[in-house]
Protein backbone atom coordinates (compact mmCIF):
# COMPACT_ATOMS: atom_id res chain seq x y z
CA UNK A 1 0.00 0.00 0.00
CA UNK A 2 1.69 3.38 -1.12
CA UNK A 3 1.22 5.80 1.68
CA UNK A 4 -0.26 9.65 -0.22
CA UNK A 5 2.30 12.39 0.14
CA UNK A 6 1.89 14.70 2.71
CA UNK A 7 2.84 18.64 2.45
CA UNK A 8 4.65 20.28 5.25
CA UNK A 9 5.24 23.84 5.55
CA UNK A 10 8.74 25.00 7.45
CA UNK A 11 8.40 27.72 9.98
CA UNK A 12 11.77 29.55 10.77
CA UNK A 13 12.06 28.13 14.00
CA UNK A 14 11.95 24.48 12.90
CA UNK A 15 15.20 25.44 10.53
CA UNK A 16 16.72 27.13 12.98
CA UNK A 17 16.47 24.49 15.49
CA UNK A 18 17.58 21.44 13.04
CA UNK A 19 19.24 22.45 9.87
CA UNK A 20 19.27 19.57 8.46
CA UNK A 21 15.70 18.81 8.96
CA UNK A 22 14.57 18.70 5.21
CA UNK A 23 16.11 15.52 4.84
CA UNK A 24 13.64 13.91 7.41
CA UNK A 25 10.57 13.95 5.33
CA UNK A 26 10.94 10.91 3.32
CA UNK A 27 9.07 11.46 0.36
CA UNK A 28 6.51 13.97 1.24
CA UNK A 29 7.14 17.55 -0.21
CA UNK A 30 8.50 20.51 1.67
CA UNK A 31 7.59 23.99 1.22
CA UNK A 32 9.67 27.12 2.43
CA UNK A 33 7.62 30.31 2.18
CA UNK A 34 9.63 33.16 1.25
CA UNK A 35 8.98 34.65 4.68
CA UNK A 36 11.04 31.93 6.24
CA UNK A 37 13.72 32.56 4.01
CA UNK A 38 13.69 36.14 4.38
CA UNK A 39 13.37 35.66 8.18
CA UNK A 40 16.97 33.13 8.11
CA UNK A 41 18.55 35.50 6.22
CA UNK A 42 18.30 37.87 9.03
CA UNK A 43 19.59 35.19 11.77
CA UNK A 44 23.05 34.53 9.61
CA UNK A 45 24.80 37.14 11.45
CA UNK A 46 25.87 36.72 14.95
CA UNK A 47 27.73 34.18 16.76
CA UNK A 48 25.00 32.11 18.52
CA UNK A 49 24.23 28.68 18.03
CA UNK A 50 20.87 29.61 15.77
CA UNK A 51 23.16 32.18 13.63
CA UNK A 52 25.38 29.13 12.72
CA UNK A 53 22.18 27.00 11.67
CA UNK A 54 20.59 30.14 9.62
CA UNK A 55 23.93 30.14 7.73
CA UNK A 56 24.28 25.87 7.42
CA UNK A 57 20.64 25.75 6.03
CA UNK A 58 21.44 28.23 3.34
CA UNK A 59 24.12 25.94 3.00
CA UNK A 60 22.22 23.30 2.49
CA UNK A 61 19.35 24.65 0.57
CA UNK A 62 22.30 25.92 -1.60
CA UNK A 63 23.42 22.64 -1.98
CA UNK A 64 20.16 21.15 -3.01
CA UNK A 65 19.46 24.18 -5.87
CA UNK A 66 22.86 24.19 -7.43
CA UNK A 67 24.09 22.45 -10.44
CA UNK A 68 24.19 19.34 -9.08
CA UNK A 69 21.76 16.32 -9.12
CA UNK A 70 19.56 16.49 -6.04
CA UNK A 71 20.48 15.12 -3.34
CA UNK A 72 18.88 12.30 -1.77
CA UNK A 73 15.79 12.65 -3.68
CA UNK A 74 15.41 15.84 -2.74
CA UNK A 75 14.62 18.78 -5.79
CA UNK A 76 13.76 22.49 -4.97
CA UNK A 77 10.82 23.83 -6.75
CA UNK A 78 9.66 27.71 -6.90
CA UNK A 79 6.25 27.58 -5.47
CA UNK A 80 4.14 31.03 -5.74
CA UNK A 81 2.21 32.20 -3.22
CA UNK A 82 -0.90 31.64 -4.90
CA UNK A 83 -0.02 27.59 -4.99
CA UNK A 84 0.54 28.10 -1.28
CA UNK A 85 -2.67 29.88 -0.51
CA UNK A 86 -4.54 27.11 -2.29
CA UNK A 87 -3.30 24.26 -0.62
CA UNK A 88 -4.17 26.26 2.76
CA UNK A 89 -7.97 26.19 1.89
Do not use: Q
Not at 48 to 55: C, E, G, K, P
Amino acid sequence: MKKEKKIFILDTNVLLHDYKCIYNFEENDIVLPITVLEELDKFKRGNDLINYHAREFTRELDKISGDNPPLNNLSLEILSSSWLNSIAR
